[in-house]
């Protein structure tokens, strides 16, 4: 029978596996399928969808080139993203049964993947996108909601992952 801390060492790997695989699938969806979610970004930046009486549409963007920028950001974050999720799923797998400290020190590439993770969801979605350019004013192009659901689960990830480890 395994130990309660070596479950926990497993649902730590599995939980960065599930952010890995979710990455490792938003990077293929965004690269192959390139239009589709290109296009929440250009409606965003350009704030054409929001409230049409606001006094914020100062701070629409109406480049092709940003847009298209931006967007290939996004793509090369969460591509750093999901190396770092890939590797540090691998890395705490092959420490799944290392002593505490090897098992712990095992989780910096998994956190370095949620950190950018966040810095996408949180900082890119919902500050950026969200507040600067007032998507949460467009019934259209909102994508607040998939990014708070993201965010909660990289929070409880981290949060999990910060947890020190008991010798098994």
Same mark, same amino acid.
Request: proline share 1%.
């Given at each position: 029978?395994?130990?309660?801390?070596?479950?926990?060492?497993?649902?730590?790997?599995?939980?960065?596996?599930?952010?890995?695989?979710?990455?490792?699938?938003?990077?293929?969806?965004?690269?192959?399928?390139?239009?589709?979610?290109?296009?929440?970004?250009?409606?965003?930046?350009?704030?054409?969808?929001?409230?049409?009486?606001?006094?914020?549409?100062?701070?629409?963007?109406?480049?092709?080139?940003?847009?298209?920028?931006?967007?290939?950001?996004?793509?090369?974050?969460?591509?750093?993203?999901?190396?770092?999720?890939?590797?540090?799923?691998?890395?705490?797998?092959?420490?799944?049964?290392?002593?505490?400290?090897?098992?712990?020190?095992?989780?910096? $590439?998994?956190?370095? /993947?949620?950190?950018?993770?966040? /810095?996408?969801?949180?900082?890119?979605?919902?500050?950026? /996108?969200?507040?600067?350019?007032?998507?949460?004013?467009?019934?259209? $192009?909102?994508?607040?909601?998939?990014?708070?659901?993201?965010?909660?689960?990289?929070?409880?990830?981290?949060?999990?992952?910060?947890?020190?480890?008991?010798?098994?």
């Amino acid at each position: 029978m395994y130990s309660v801390q070596f479950l926990f060492r497993v649902a730590k790997t599995i939980s960065v596996a599930a952010i890995a695989l979710m990455s490792v699938l938003i990077v293929i969806g965004n690269t192959t399928d390139y239009f589709t979610n290109y296009q929440i970004v250009e409606h965003v930046l350009k704030m054409d969808t929001i409230f049409p009486g606001g006094t914020i549409h100062y701070r629409s963007i109406h480049s092709v080139f940003i847009f298209h920028a931006s967007y290939i950001l996004i793509i090369t974050l969460e591509a750093a993203m999901a190396f770092c999720c890939v590797k540090g799923t691998w890395v705490l797998y092959k420490n799944l049964r290392a002593r505490a400290a090897s098992f712990h020190a095992a989780k910096n $590439w998994a956190v370095a /993947g949620l950190i950018i993770a966040i /810095g996408i969801w949180f900082l890119g979605f919902e500050v950026i /996108g969200g507040e600067w350019f007032a998507m949460w004013q467009s019934h259209t $192009w909102n994508g607040l909601a998939s990014a708070e659901r993201i965010v909660s689960f990289l929070m409880l990830v981290l949060i999990l992952l910060h947890f020190k480890e008991d010798e098994l």
